[in-house]
């Protein structure tokens, strides 16, 4: 398998834009079943999340952002050096540097799932997944920057750990606040739905 997959891998697109799904609801919070049927049916499911996504101005989106519960996120994210990546993982595997290699990134973080809100979130600088397309072939993507904090946000999403559960007691209280007070911004069926800022 190569370190890289295309950094232009075709997005399925005719997706259906729907509601974001946010953090308390149970799906958020629990392992995703792993995708064992790679059929339209997935395509379809990857559609709709990438039309979500892009509609959420975001840089990915899990499955269970949008209430299904599988293992799969999309993505279209720049890494440090401002080279677009987009993809496809079903069931992914993340690996992070360790010992000397490993360099923290303590950067702004936020989550489509808690929308308006961003804190701090160290995280290792680099990162790499690897798991399936939707047919089925392996594929791996890597990366620095915002790349690496998005495939390691949405890998989390898949295992049921939500970013802020990665923050400490006040840092998690500011996240909180911050979406509190534009809430109204994002009406529950947002981004199918959005109001004027």
């Known amino acids: 398998m190569s370190d890289t997959a295309p950094e232009h891998s075709v997005l399925p697109d005719g997706g259906t834009v729907r509601p974001i799904t946010r953090w308390g609801e149970h799906v958020m919070h629990r392992t995703q079943e792993p995708v064992t049927e790679f059929d339209a049916d997935l395509r379809e499911l990857a559609a709709d999340m990438v039309a979500t996504m892009y509609a959420a101005d975001g840089v990915g989106l899990a499955a269970c952002q949008i209430g299904v519960d599988r293992s799969i996120f999309v993505f279209d994210c720049p890494d440090d050096e401002g080279v677009r990546h987009q993809g ?19 950067d702004d973080e936020g989550c489509l799932s808690l929308p308006g809100a961003f804190v701090p979130c160290a995280r290792p600088d680099f990162a790499r997944v690897e798991g399936h397309d939707l047919d089925g072939n392996r594929v791996a993507y890597s990366g620095h920057g915002l790349l690496a904090r998005c495939l390691q946000h949405e890998t989390d999403h898949c295992q049921g750990t939500v970013f802020g559960d990665r923050l400490n007691k006040r840092a998690r209280k500011k996240l909180f606040k911050q979406a509190e007070e534009c809430e109204d911004s994002f009406p529950p069926d947002w981004p199918v739905v959005s109001v004027e800022q």
Do not use: A, F, H, I
């Not at 496809?88 to 303590?106: A, I, S, Y």
């Open 88 to 106: 496809v993982v079903c069931n992914p595997v993340l690996t992070l540097p360790e010992g000397r290699e490993r360099k923290l990134d303590d």
